[in-house]
């Protein structure tokens, strides 16, 4: 049964600083990886997706890396703004069979 | 273009009652799923569709249901509600459920009183 767990929970950080959010997950046999951001009480918005096949995939500040091996995955955000404080999910597709999601890292950015 | 859409954004529904929930997906995606988000038990998969067949469901008890249409739009239905069902509910779309990008609407809360 795939588990994703992601490090850390929560991250409070100044503005401008580069910041790494960690994901990983137990099966290695996946489709694909998708990174979302949440606001609260909102829906889920598509980041990144990493197929996998694939290394990384980047969008503007942001990079996501893969590593099917070793089952992780890392989003780094370059410079970050108080618009980027949210919850941080990571989504596995195990198969196109449906998305198993990590518990997410909620981020911080203070002014 | 536009997103998915969930109707309605908000449901205060009572203990034992039935509730159904609409998606819209985006024009020319297939593939639907939902989703059900709680503070205890974080993002957990319901059940998906593609061209109006069921491909997969999770572990949820038989109360929860869903269907797709002939135009890709989606309900799901709770019966007998009990507090416990009290979340977000999320759905997704996708051009087919193999190996492409989900986009998310923006869900449906039910308040379960």
């Known amino acids: 049964k795939q588990e994703v767990t992601q490090i850390p929970a929560a991250l409070s950080v100044p503005e401008g600083e580069n910041l790494v959010l960690n994901c990983s997950f137990t099966?290695?046999?996946?489709?694909?990886l998708q990174w979302f951001r949440q606001d609260p009480g909102k829906g889920l918005t598509s980041l990144l997706l990493?197929?996998?096949?694939?290394r990384e995939q980047t969008s503007g500040r942001l990079n996501a890396s893969l590593d099917k091996s070793s089952g992780r995955s890392t989003l780094y955000i370059a410079a970050s703004q108080p618009g980027d404080s949210a919850t941080y999910l990571c989504?596995?597709?195990?198969?196109?069979?449906?998305?198993?999601f990590g518990p997410g890292t909620r981020l911080s950015v203070l002014p | 273009k536009a997103g998915v859409t969930q109707t309605p954004r908000y449901l205060i529904k009572t203990r034992g009652q039935q509730v159904t929930l609409s998606c819209s997906p985006i024009?020319?995606?297939?593939?639907v799923s939902w989703y059900q988000q709680t503070p205890g038990q974080g993002l957990q998969f319901l059940f998906e569709?593609?061209?109006?067949?069921?491909?997969n469901k999770g572990n949820f008890p038989g109360r929860f249901s869903g269907r797709q249409f002939s135009n890709s739009r989606s309900e799901m239905n709770v019966s007998t509600l009990e507090l416990g069902d009290s979340a977000l509910y999320l759905c997704?779309?996708?051009?087919?459920?193999?190996?492409?990008?989900?986009?998310f609407g923006q869900g449906t809360r039910l308040t379960v009183v």
């Open positions: 997704a779309s996708s051009l087919d459920p193999a190996n492409t990008e989900a986009f």
């Open positions: 099966d290695s046999a996946i489709y694909n």
């Open positions: 990493i197929q996998s096949s694939q």
């Open positions: 989504a596995v597709d195990n198969y196109g069979q449906n998305f198993v």
């Open positions: 024009s020319g995606h297939r593939s």
């Open positions: 569709y593609f061209s109006e067949t069921q491909r």
